[in-house]
């Protein structure tokens, strides 16, 4: 009997075989683009909209972007406003002001940092004020319409926030300050990343006592920003304890990748996390497909190796197809792989693009194991 993709799926997380190699993918960027460019169809407005996007693209759904608590932050006079063509917002605390600005990108319809509010070791205490008067209580959610609405095509998932590592690194000091912090004041970062750590927890316990089926760690790695030494001292902890809480909750751990990944590879595949989620491989990545599922122990999901970038008009038409049957047999031939989006479907992607996958998973994704 033919699976559904919610079948395919939970078959695969359940260390099953499927019928059919399970396709996956995130659409929320690439409806973000046709909504600001005032293309997207009317029925694919609001959540239940972009439900019904996936299905009648024929792509499973799984990424709600949904942190299932609301954040709280006392003692800190937070303003942000526009100043030259970037937005600014300043955080005052008994311990000085930080500050980050964005800047929005037209051409990419995202936002970038221009700024981080960690600029050095004289940030830190103001950060930890933060971070100490920051609370968080969860949101009523109701996850059977929530679950109503992906019906047979997907599974629920929520976020946990980042690793406290990973929070300073991509969110608040950036690469090159979060190095020199690791070198200039290492017990004064520790014990930054301890506060971090422990309000984290509280909105992590959160996220475990919800009704998701799955729960995603944000990380977004990459192996030329994050090194194998600052992996074992600050998150390779974090990692071991999380998605061992995640799976005795009896919810499957997830930790989304999304970057190069050949040099952290085996320590995030012996981290506890079933699925490593958005692998993106060659060219974008620095793996290839048929790499990956060798390299990869069989207790790992392999979750993408579909770059969004082939959505888009740089490749061929041809290069995308052949690069798809490709990935969708070497994907089939390995227990325990889905194969999905490694991010997301970005904008300028073409519909029909998106469309051909499931075709081609129907046509090359029996299972061959």
């Keep these: 009997m033919r699976m559904t993709k919610r079948e395919r799926a939970l078959t695969v997380l359940a260390g099953g075989r499927p019928d059919k190699l399970p396709w ?3 659409l929320t960027y690439w409806k973000l683009y046709l909504e600001a460019t ?8 609001g959540p239940d909209g972009t439900h019904r996007l996936n299905e009648d693209m024929g792509v499973g759904f799984y990424l709600q ?5 609301k954040t709280h932050v006392e003692s800190v006079d937070v303003k ?3 100043r030259g063509g970037a937005r600014v917002t300043s955080y005052s605390t008994p311990y000085g002001t930080l500050t980050e600005a964005s800047r929005h990108l037209p051409g990419s319809y995202t936002s970038a940092p221009i700024e981080h509010m ?30 109503g609405s992906i019906g047979s095509n997907g599974v629920t998932l929520c976020y946990v926030p980042k690793s406290p590592f990973m929070e300073l690194l991509v969110y608040k000091a950036g690469v090159e300050a979060t190095a020199y912090l690791a070198e200039d004041c290492p017990e004064e970062l520790g014990h930054t990343l301890e506060v971090i750590a422990g309000r984290h927890g509280e909105a992590s316990a959160i996220t475990l006592a919800s009704a998701c089926e799955c729960v995603m760690m944000p990380e977004n790695f990459s192996s030329d920003c994050v090194g194998a030494e600052s992996y074992d001292r600050y998150v390779g902890p974090y990692h071991r304890e999380w998605s061992r809480k ?12 999304d970057g ?8 995030l595949c012996g981290s506890g996390f079933k699925v490593l989620e958005a692998l993106t491989t060659q060219p974008v990545g620095d793996v290839g497909v048929g790499e990956l599922t060798v390299a990869a122990p069989s207790g790992t999901v392999i979750w993408g190796c579909l770059p969004g970038a082939l959505f888009g008009p740089s490749f061929p038409e041809g290069e995308f197809r052949s690069y798809c049957v490709g990935a ?6 390995r227990p325990g792989c889905v194969l999905g989006v490694a991010d997301q479907v970005p904008p300028y992607a073409d519909a029909d693009r998106v469309r051909m996958v499931d075709g081609l998973v129907e046509e090359y994704g029996a299972i061959t194991w």
């Design 80 to 82: 942000a406003g526009d």
């Design 24 to 26: 996956f993918g995130d």
């Design 118 to 147: 960690v600029k050095g070791p004289g940030d830190l205490r103001a950060l930890r004020h933060i971070y100490e008067n920051t609370h968080y209580e969860p949101l009523p959610s109701d996850f059977a319409a929530i679950g």
């Design 260 to 267: 190069a990944v050949r040099g952290l590879l085996g320590r």
């Design 38 to 45: 005032g293309s997207l169809d009317g029925r694919y407005k």
């Design 65 to 69: 972007g949904f942190f299932p608590f």
């Design 328 to 333: 969708i047999k070497a994907l089939a031939g």
């Design 246 to 257: 995640i799976e005795d909750r009896g919810k499957h751990s997830f930790i989304h990748v």
